[in-house]
């Protein structure tokens, strides 16, 4: 469903140069399955998740997405992809029900098909009690909830979420980790990105550990428990990007 080969993203800085953003970065996601990117911050995963929705395009390297290339046939891709980062935004006039009626229009969606897509949504993700009340008045939960309503209102058959639990509370977070462990159990291909290593465990089939912009380990969870000698993955992620003194650069 996503191949991703050697995707380089480099930017020039007037100042330090040539940045390599995402280096030859390289993995598969089979359909139906949770894939997770975990890396701290700055260590590439907005950037290879951005070149995979067609917002940023490759230096080098390519990917496909259901079968379409992401440089030549980027709105295939788009219309088959729901992107959710942490740093979305919501328009605070409108209600969380116009919000979704809105991005449906702009996926070609019927007033009927909304309609059903968005009670389908506000139940899983229990957001009745705000539904009709303006975004500019939400708390931080209640946003992400939104968000990522906006985001599936189309029933794209690949998510990819961007830290999506950052800055929630648990409760909230629980809510949005079930959704996507939902998410994979009606065939849905996610890539999950965090720095949450509780969530990897919990969500994962497969786990990616990027930082400098590579890929440095991939593997399940019980493989790279296996491969680390460690059953802790706080501990095989430090030892996989090079030990405490790597991390601190």
Do not use: W
């Not at 469903?1 to 380089?8: D, G, K, Q, W």
């Amino acid at each position: 469903m996503i191949e991703a080969r050697s995707l380089t993203k480099t930017f020039r800085d007037k100042k330090r140069g040539e940045i390599h953003a995402a280096e030859n970065v390289s993995f598969r996601v089979a359909p139906g399955q949770i894939y997770g990117l975990l890396g701290a911050n700055g260590a590439g995963k907005t950037t290879t998740l951005r070149m995979l929705a067609t917002l940023l395009q490759p230096t080098a390297g390519g990917a496909t997405v259901a079968g379409f290339d992401v440089a030549t046939q980027p709105e295939q891709v788009r219309a088959q992809v729901g992107f959710l980062a942490a740093s979305t935004a919501l328009y605070g006039r409108l209600t969380a029900r116009e919000t979704l009626a809105y991005f449906g229009k702009l996926n070609g969606l019927t007033d009927a098909v909304i309609r059903a897509r968005t009670q389908r949504l506000a139940d899983e993700l229990d957001m009745h009690e705000f539904l009709d009340r303006r975004c500019d008045k939400f708390s931080t939960g209640m946003k992400q909830k939104t968000s990522i309503a906006r985001t599936l209102i189309h029933d794209p058959a690949v998510m990819i979420f961007d830290e999506p639990t950052l800055g929630l509370d648990i409760m909230a977070a629980r809510t949005i980790v079930r959704f996507v462990r939902d998410c994979r159990a009606r065939g849905k291909t996610v890539i999950y990105s965090t720095h949450i290593m509780s969530e990897v465990e919990k969500l994962c089939d497969t786990i990616g550990i990027i930082h400098g912009g590579k890929l440095l380990a991939e593997g399940t969870l019980d493989s790279l428990r296996t491969r680390y000698g460690q059953p802790d993955m706080e501990e095989i992620f430090v030892q996989a990007v090079g030990g405490d003194a790597a991390l601190a650069k």
